[in-house]
């Protein structure tokens, strides 16, 4: 049974940065992707990228691309996602998920609040 | 990108009775080397992330209760909840994996009538 456990809500200025983290325990963190989804507030869901920790691999969605940074940590088996340049449109609850094409087992969510 | 469209935005239900969801992809998400649909569904609480209900368009995850069921092929595919139950009350999501990036129906709100 694979658990995630993300970092606390942060409060943030525009034009800053985020980093958000997600620990993985109970599974093969090395072997899975790990991927970001972001849920504005009332609104639907949206992928913002991913990695592979075993390879080191990325994808970002280009509405990101150049924003995120997307890394991992095989020895703690976190995971974490920064984002850049931030604006009151991205306050948004931030999910990490398992990706085995689906999610399966997701992160509790971190509220990002980018507020002046 | 494929674009999930979900139909209705919200519906109604009586207690024990039949809830239908519907979702339609912009293209096929049918990887005929495998013939296994790429799309799943969720279900999200107030407050809570989104937990996988249906993988492969018709796969229950383990531990979901059998009045959930998927259905559908290539580009137009439902969620049926059978018998509406009070802890059924949710919205619900069609996702694609078939091509990068992985996208996600606006959802439909499922309340009690």
């Known amino acids: 049974q694979v658990h995630l456990v993300q970092s606390g809500a942060e409060v943030k200025k525009p034009g800053s940065s985020v980093k958000v983290s997600c620990k993985a325990s109970?599974?093969?963190?090395?072997?899975?992707?790990i991927s970001w989804l972001r849920q504005a507030p009332g609104q639907g869901l949206e992928w913002m990228g991913g990695?592979?920790?075993?390879?080191?691999?990325?994808s970002y969605s280009q509405k990101f691309q150049g924003r995120v940074t997307i890394t991992a940590d095989k020895s703690t088996s976190t995971a974490y996602m920064e984002l850049s340049s931030l604006r009151s449109e991205d306050t948004a609850v931030y999910y990490c998920?398992?990706?085995?094409?689906?999610?399966?087992?997701w992160g509790q969510g971190t509220l990002v609040t980018v507020s002046s | 990108d494929i674009v999930m469209t979900q139909s209705p935005d919200s519906l109604a239900v009586s207690l024990g009775e039949r809830a239908t969801i519907n979702c339609k992809s912009s293209q096929s998400v049918l990887y005929s080397s495998n013939n296994k649909n790429y799309l799943a569904w969720y279900q999200q609480k107030p407050g809570q992330p989104p937990k996988l209900l249906i993988y492969?368009?018709?796969t229950r995850e383990s531990g979901v209760p059998d009045r959930f069921t998927g259905s559908g092929s290539g580009t137009d595919f439902t969620l049926t909840i059978s018998s509406l139950q009070a802890e059924d009350v949710a919205v619900y999501y069609c996702q694609q994996h078939y091509i990068t990036p992985p996208t996600f129906g606006g959802g439909t709100k499922v309340e009690i009538k």
């Open positions: 990695i592979v920790p075993i390879f080191g691999t990325t």
């Open positions: 998920a398992r990706d085995d094409g689906h999610f399966d087992y």
């Open positions: 109970g599974g093969t963190f090395n072997n899975s992707a």
């Open positions: 492969w368009a018709s």
